[in-house]
């Protein structure tokens, strides 16, 4: 029955859809209406209600997800660690329901284990050199694109096919 790796986001989610094989046979931003709204649109109570609302319940009861982690930030670096907050809301919303609707299992990685410190772009690259030409072809293109090849990492990295890195 394969499982799904989740990519959690506040305002979308990335999902990539592996095989009994850990083949990757879709990844995808879902859903696509959310990509265009802006933080005004809704607040953060209807963003958490429509998480714990929105069900996938044709693929599998097995899902691997990351969990939010706060990472000391660079020196100067003007982020705001409580927006990881919003996120871990809405994400807790996504996996509860799986879980308590679908009865589903859930694995939670943190981004160090299996992307350690690469950059996005190198990631990214690591990832298209381990996936085959046809897995490639899967891959639905629209919305923030590096949220999906998060997705398909975390799926490498849960299959056992990449190691901390990224790295065969």
């Given at each position: 029955m394969g499982f799904l790796s989740i990519d959690p986001g506040v305002r979308s989610m990335a999902v990539a859809e592996w095989n009994?094989?850990?083949?990757?046979?879709?990844?995808?931003?879902?859903?696509?209406?959310?990509?265009?709204?802006?933080?005004?649109?809704?607040?953060?109570?209807?963003?958490?209600?429509?998480?714990?609302?929105?069900?996938?319940?044709?693929?599998?009861?097995?899902?691997?997800?990351?969990?939010?982690?706060?990472?000391?930030?660079?020196?100067?670096?003007?982020?705001?660690?409580?927006?990881?907050?919003?996120?871990?809301?809405?994400?807790?919303?996504?996996?509860?329901?799986?879980?308590?609707?679908?009865?589903?299992?859930?694995?939670?990685?943190?981004?160090?284990?299996?992307k350690a410190q690469v950059p996005k772009e190198i990631t990214r690259e690591r990832i298209k050199a381990i996936l085959t030409p046809q897995e490639i072809s899967r891959i639905r293109k629209g919305g923030e694109m590096h949220n999906v090849w998060d997705a398909i990492g975390i799926g490498l990295f849960a299959s056992g096919r990449a190691k901390r890195g990224m790295v065969r």
């Open positions: 009994d094989a850990n083949e990757l046979q879709a990844a995808w931003n879902s859903p696509a209406w959310m990509q265009h709204r802006t933080a005004d649109d809704m607040t953060l109570s209807e963003l958490v209600k429509f998480w714990g609302a929105w069900r996938i319940t044709r693929f599998t009861n097995s899902f691997v997800g990351e969990r939010q982690v706060v990472y000391p930030g660079a020196k100067g670096l003007k982020t705001n660690p409580n927006d990881l907050l919003d996120l871990a809301m809405c994400a807790g919303a996504f996996y509860g329901a799986l879980c308590v609707d679908l009865r589903a299992s859930l694995r939670l990685v943190e981004p160090a284990e299996w």
